[in-house]
T-cell receptor
Framework: AQSVTQLDSQVPVFEEAPVELRCNYSSSVSVYLFWYVQYPNQGLQLLLK??????LVESINGFEAEFNKSQTSFHLRKPSVHISDTAEYFC?????????????FGTGTSLTVIP | EAGVTQSPTHLIKTRGQQATLRCSPI?????VYWYQQALGLGLQFLLWYDEGEERNRGNFPPRFSGRQFPNYSSELNVNALELEDSALYLC???????????FGQGTRLTVV
């Protein structure tokens, strides 16, 4: 069975400071990995994904995440956060199967950027 | 391309009533997922439909049920509503063997 652990439920950080949101997963098979972001009263938007290839993936708004197979981690980082990054962030894993994908989500990390 | 659409946006019901939530996936997507997001509890997996069949079900009582129609749209039914069913219900869709899921804006269900 797959499970996802987001170790930090809340992360406050000052504007322009770096941030890391941690995500660890457990799985007996290869998985796809995702980070989603949820702004207040909205659905989830895909931030970035790892399917295969380079272990470092980047988003268009400056976030990056690195897949570490040995540590079963997929931590999300940004070198300098902006007020608009304040949101809930969810890590997810999906073991690909022939018939489709089941998605397993972490409990989320609330990122608050302080002016 | 239209995204995942959910209706209604908000729904207010009294305890004991039934609620029906609807989801239209992105065109061409065959899988639909339902999640419950209650305050402080993250996303709880409810149901997964693909090609009209229920593929998996989360740890929810039988009064949570649903179906997927031939056009791949889906319906979530919650019978005998309880106060703790108040939550944001999110629908997502994906295409067979495409990796990511795309989410709708959700239906906010309030049980009073």
């Amino acid at each position: 069975a797959q499970s996802v652990t987001q170790l930090d439920s809340q992360v406050p950080v000052f504007e322009e400071a770096p941030v890391e949101l941690r995500c660890n997963y457990s799985s007996s098979v290869s998985v796809y990995l995702f980070w989603y972001v949820q702004y207040p009263n909205q659905g989830l938007q895909l931030l970035l994904k790892y399917l295969s290839g380079s272990t470092l993936v980047e988003s268009i708004n400056g976030f990056e995440a690195e897949f570490n197979k040995s540590q079963t981690s997929f931590h999300l980082r940004k070198p300098s956060v902006h007020i608009s990054d304040t949101a809930e962030y969810f890590c997810a894993v999906s073991p690909p199967t022939y018939t489709g994908n089941q998605f397993y989500f972490g409990t989320g990390t609330s990122l608050t950027v302080i002016p | 391309e239209a995204g995942v659409t959910q209706s209604p946006t908000h729904l207010i019901k009294t305890r004991g009533q039934q609620a029906t939530l609807r989801c239209s996936p992105i065109s061409g997507h065959t899988s639909v997922y339902w999640y419950q997001q209650a305050l402080g509890l993250g996303l709880q997996f409810l149901l997964w439909y693909d090609e009209g069949e229920e593929r998996n079900r989360g740890n929810f009582p039988p009064r949570f049920s649903g179906r997927q129609f031939p056009n791949y749209s889906s319906e979530l039914n919650v019978n005998a509503l309880e106060l703790e069913d108040s939550a944001l219900y999110l629908c997502a869709s994906s295409f067979l063997r495409r990796a990511e899921a795309f989410f709708g804006q959700g239906t906010r269900l309030t049980v009073v």
